[in-house]
């Protein structure tokens, strides 16, 4: 089991954070006199990154220049707003006590800016040692579904590809998964459903956070 390990996505994975995502965008938006979204359809922006969001947010013939501003003022919105929607999802904390216990290697991966994942990771899972490495999106390193990000975890973590569970809920981390040679897990509570991620490779899928300890007791 101890030859195991995971590489966790963060938002619609780990945390619930699409409320406040899509509040602090509606906030930006409005102070742009531009268009606003139902926050459901915030499901569809995110999982890129911060750029992609505002991209998918804000109108396709938005100049570059828009898209820049827009991007500075959301990551100082997201950044300065109470977060009191983002919270783990029920049975998160159920699994990593479990991982924790039998001394399974994590880390997390996210298109989410470094800064605010390191935030969120700190904020509701300071307790567990067994969280190696965390990795939001940097200037100088590819995004998912590129796969140098989680290659460079799974030397840190010194675990082979293809004895990690990559877990994620949209085809962006099923793909980095596959690019990545790992196992690419799909979770059916989070922001996209599981039609994407069958069709993007998922090699499993769980309707439960404790599910994935399941597959690594059956490895």
């Known amino acids: 089991m101890k030859n195991n390990g995971f590489i966790f996505d963060l938002d619609g994975t780990l945390i619930d954070s699409l409320t406040d995502i899509a509040l602090c965008s509606n906030i930006v938006l409005k102070e742009f006199n531009l ?4 926050i ?3 499901k569809y922006f995110v999982g890129g990154g911060a750029e992609v969001l505002v991209n998918n947010a804000i109108p396709k013939d938005s100049s ?3 898209a820049i501003e827009v991007l500075k003022r959301f990551k100082q919105v997201y950044d300065s707003e109470f977060h009191y929607n983002t919270k783990p999802y029920e049975g998160i904390y159920d ?11 994590v880390a997390i991966l996210s298109n989410k800016p470094h800064e605010f994942t390191i935030k969120y990771v700190n904020e509701f899972f300071p307790k567990y040692t067994n969280i190696l490495e965390v990795h939001g999106s ?9 796969p140098h990000a989680a290659l460079e975890i799974a030397k840190a973590l010194e675990l082979t590809c293809e004895n990690i ?7 962006v981390d ?3 998964a596959k690019n990545s040679n790992m196992k690419a897990v799909g979770v059916s509570w989070g922001f996209r459903g599981t039609k994407e991620l069958i069709e993007n490779g998922a090699d499993h899928i769980v309707k439960t956070p404790l599910d994935i300890f399941e597959l690594i007791k059956k490895s």
């Open 35 to 38: 268009p606003i979204h139902e």
């Open 40 to 42: 459901t359809e915030y």
């Open 64 to 66: 570059n220049e828009m």
């Open 95 to 105: 699994l990593l006590d479990l991982l924790h216990e039998n001394e399974i290697k």
């Open 138 to 146: 940097k200037d100088d390193v590819p995004k998912k579904p590129h």
């Open 165 to 171: 569970y990559f877990v994620g809920d949209s085809d």
């Open 174 to 176: 099923m793909k980095t």
